[in-house]
């Protein structure tokens, strides 16, 4: 990761549980990346950009369904997640900010090698959360003989 978006996030481990299986473990840190960040400054790598216009494309505009749990909603942020947003009033490049800090970095999903990959397990953690998230590639990696462990 490229020091100059922020601090190496130390908070967000990889680790093991006593039966070997790999989690993520996000810490009660929160960091604001965004109050670091000069405006102007190019913040996003390629492969974010890439991942975040895949994610985008799903999500729609502001709804606000009263029988949705989630309650009002736009670009796939809603206001249970972020009770104190705007929602809105809420650009798309802060929903860009929201996920690169709170699933991109957190994740640490621009480790992952294969864009492709990346971007899924970006995609599966914004639809499903982090946890679900991390157990699908874990599954995955599993099913076609990869020791996660090693790759760490």
Do not use: H
């Not at 993520?24 to 190019?42: A, M, R």
């Not at 790598?45 to 494309?57: C, D, G, R």
């Amino acid at each position: 990761m490229d020091d100059s978006k922020g601090e190496s996030f130390a908070e967000c481990q990889w680790i093991y549980n006593e039966s070997g299986m790999l989690w993520i473990d996000l810490g009660t840190s929160d960091y604001l990346l965004s109050e670091k960040i000069e405006e102007g400054k190019k913040m996003y790598s390629q492969k974010f950009e890439k991942a975040f216009q895949y994610v985008i494309q799903n999500e729609g505009g502001y709804v606000f369904d009263k029988n949705d749990p989630g309650g009002e909603t736009k670009f796939g942020i809603s206001k249970r997640s972020y009770p104190a947003l705007n929602i809105k009033e809420l650009t798309l490049e802060d929903a860009k900010k929201i996920y690169y800090r709170d699933f991109w970095l957190k994740g640490r999903f621009e480790e992952i090698l294969d864009d492709f990959v990346a971007t899924q397990v970006f995609d599966f953690s914004v639809n499903l959360g982090m946890r679900a998230a991390v157990i699908v590639l874990q599954r995955s990696l599993r099913s076609v003989g990869i020791n996660s462990r090693k790759m760490v």
